[in-house]
């Protein structure tokens, strides 16, 4: 039985498959990585990555192939 890859929508939570480039500062996130999708672009994500405060630490554009379905919620 062949296996169905879901698509990645607004709100999913997703994980990093390889670290990620900060977009607010330098370094990156790395791979396992989970956060928020808060906007979809088609081929990219902006992935809402927060604190343990609620905060929100970083919201980099990530390309679809670097993200993991983590929980569907869209």
């Given at each position: 039985m062949a296996t169905v890859k879901q698509a990645i929508g607004e709100i999913d939570?997703?994980?990093f498959t390889e670290p990620i480039a900060?977009?607010?500062?330098?370094g990156?996130?790395?791979?396992?990585?989970?956060?928020?999708v808060v906007m979809d672009?088609?081929?990219?994500?902006?992935?809402?990555?927060?604190?343990e405060q609620g905060e929100t630490l970083d919201m980099p554009t990530v390309?679809?192939?670097?993200?993991?379905?983590?929980?569907?919620y869209s």
């Open positions: 939570v997703v994980a900060k977009f607010e500062s330098t990156t996130w790395p791979a396992g990585t989970e956060g928020t672009y088609g081929e990219a994500k902006m992935v809402e990555i927060v604190g390309p679809v192939e670097k993200l993991k379905l983590v929980k569907k």
